[in-house]
């Protein structure tokens, strides 16, 4: 496969981002002009990372590019600070990440690069932080995606932490610190609890809406069951999307926590529900 490093300066998100972009390769006794101007048009993974990572995690931590190269996918892997890929408007002279993905990085990717901008060509995953960024779009942008991934993440309901966000109490853990701080900033982010509530990121309420809507992209939902983070909440989201209706596939993996090598194989699987019949790249021993 052919990557791309990509570094560019952002209206949305106000200064320079960085981008990695896997690109199908030239096939062995294929000839580059043959194969470069052949404008033929290739199927697009959106692939989002978790809470403090970057565009690099995927490439670094699985074999995002082999399982690509063999359904001759685009991969698209921007980075997105801790924004939840929300709009930050109050930050700096803001991060707006949530309108950076696309109006600027897909325009940018379908101007200049061989991907198709054919919703059915079009999928979105994400984990963790990620996944409910994946989530956001899919609901906010159903005409963009044909399919959505969420990997050790579902839509949560706000208001539980909303109540302990501003809590004097000392929290029991680190991980209910953190939840407690990034519970306020979202909610100091949006203008407090009425103003998150009607915002994309409030996927929890809109996804009573979201079962009524056709043409919605197909859903999926994974998480590890010993997913000390996510599995309560899964449980939790999965009799509620069941209640509302919610067309959507879940699975749960015995054994897996919030880790690598979850993702690592539900990416897989993931790839294969998109795109079960693609074609295998012809570079292969």
């Known amino acids: 496969?052919?990557?791309?490093?990509?570094?560019?300066?952002?209206?949305?998100?106000?200064?320079?981002?960085?981008?990695?972009?896997?690109?199908?390769d030239l096939p062995r006794g294929e000839e580059p002009k043959a194969f470069y101007g052949a404008e033929k048009k290739y199927p697009v993974l959106w692939l989002l990372h978790g809470t403090?990572?970057?565009?690099?995690?995927?490439?670094?931590?699985?074999?995002?590019?082999?399982?690509?190269?063999?359904?001759?996918?685009?991969?698209?892997?921007?980075?997105?600070?801790?924004?939840?890929?929300?709009?930050?408007?109050?930050?700096?002279?803001?991060?707006?990440?949530?309108?950076?993905?696309?109006?600027?990085?897909?325009?940018?990717?379908?101007?200049?690069?061989?991907?198709?901008?054919?919703?059915?060509?079009?999928?979105?995953?994400g984990l963790s932080m990620s996944g409910r960024g994946a989530i956001m779009y899919a609901y906010a942008y159903p005409e963009k995606f044909a399919a959505v991934y969420s990997m050790s993440c579902v839509p949560q309901d706000i208001r539980p932490a909303a109540e302990d966000a501003y809590s004097n109490t000392p929290a029991p853990n680190p991980w209910v610190a953190l939840d407690r701080e990034r519970a306020k900033a979202r909610l100091d982010n949006a203008g407090g609890l009425e103003g998150y509530l009607a915002s994309p990121q409030n996927t929890w309420d809109k996804?009573?809406?979201?079962?009524k809507r056709a043409g919605n992209p197909r859903m999926y939902f994974s998480c590890g069951t010993a997913d000390f983070v996510m599995y309560e909440h899964f449980k939790k989201f999965r009799a509620y999307a069941q209640e509302v209706g919610l067309d959507a596939e879940f699975t749960e993996v015995e054994g897996y926590d919030h880790e690598w090598r979850f993702w690592e194989k539900e990416i897989q699987n993931a790839i294969e529900t998109f795109l079960p019949g693609a074609e295998k790249a012809g570079n292969a021993f």
Do not use: C
Not at 78 to 96: E, I, L, M, V
Not at 111 to 121: I, L, N, T, V
Not at 207 to 211: D, F, R
């Open 1 to 24: 496969m052919a990557l791309v490093h990509l570094n560019l300066n952002s209206k949305y998100l106000s200064g320079n981002t960085d981008v990695n972009i896997i690109l199908p």
């Open 207 to 211: 996804t009573a809406e979201v079962a």
């Open 52 to 125: 403090f990572g970057d565009y690099t995690d995927w490439l670094r931590k699985t074999n995002i590019e082999l399982y690509a190269e063999e359904k001759n996918l685009i991969v698209v892997m921007p980075s997105a600070q801790n924004t939840d890929y929300a709009n930050w408007p109050r930050f700096g002279t803001g991060y707006n990440m949530f309108d950076f993905l696309t109006d600027e990085l897909m325009p940018l990717l379908y101007g200049w690069f061989p991907a198709s901008d054919a919703r059915e060509d079009n999928f979105i995953a």
